[in-house]
């Protein structure tokens, strides 16, 4: 005696009401939406069919339309994987002047920098641009964090950068740059020294190389 499948006639499932039962496993349902589509009984059963396509649509929707979501493939977004790279990331080419400084980025997710720093973000760039608007530490030292973050222009950046880099040499203590106008030679000479962690001393008296092979020219 063969078994009649189960009347599904007015029960519900996700979104889809069954309107008839068909055969071949089949039911005609009626989606919250207004459509009307023939679904497989299984894919009701199983949760597997919940709806026309609507239900899926409207949660990418709503996905979309969060503020982290929208902002994955933004400036705003790169400025945060950056600073985990570079604070997090033994092969990130910027490891040893941060991480390996003991410079640590204390927003543990994206959302967290999110709050912090989005709307003073949003202020910066709609004063200088979106180009013209970089992070930056207050105390070059310390840690990534709101309380030592902000926003700046391209120019200051590089400003603070120069003041903050100071050397002590024979009891006088400049910036690198001003040791590098003094002396007569290039600032990035000096600052690749200082980056490479030589000492003081080191930085100044070390001779430089010029480009004649096996000739040196002494500081």
């Not at 709050?115 to 990534?144: L, Q």
């Amino acid at each position: 005696m063969k078994v009649q499948p189960e009347n599904l006639n007015g029960k519900k499932f996700g979104r889809w009401t069954v309107i008839k039962n068909l055969p071949k496993g089949k039911c005609v349902c009626k989606c919250d939406c207004g459509i009307i589509k023939n679904v497989y009984r299984g894919f009701l059963k199983s949760g597997r069919s919940k709806s026309c396509g609507c239900l899926r649509r409207e949660l990418t929707s709503k996905r979309l339309k969060t503020p982290l979501s929208h902002l994955k493939n933004t400036k705003f977004y790169f400025t945060y994987r950056n600073i985990v790279n570079r604070c997090d990331y033994k092969k990130d080419d910027s490891y040893y002047l941060y991480g390996k400084r003991g410079i640590k980025n204390e927003w543990k997710t994206f959302k967290d920098f999110y709050k912090d720093m989005f709307k003073s973000y949003i202020k910066h760039i709609k004063k200088y641009g979106k180009k013209n608007t970089t992070i930056d530490r207050i105390d070059s030292n310390g840690n990534y964090c709101k309380d030592n973050c902000r926003w700046v222009t391209n120019k200051q950046q590089q400003r603070n950068r120069r003041d903050a880099r100071l050397l002590t040499y024979k009891g006088i203590t400049k910036p690198l740059y001003k040791w590098a106008d003094d002396l007569g030679i290039k600032y990035n000479t000096i600052a690749n020294r200082w980056h490479m962690g030589w000492s003081h001393k080191k930085i100044i008296e070390e001779p430089i190389m010029t480009r004649k092979r096996n000739s040196r020219a002494i500081i």
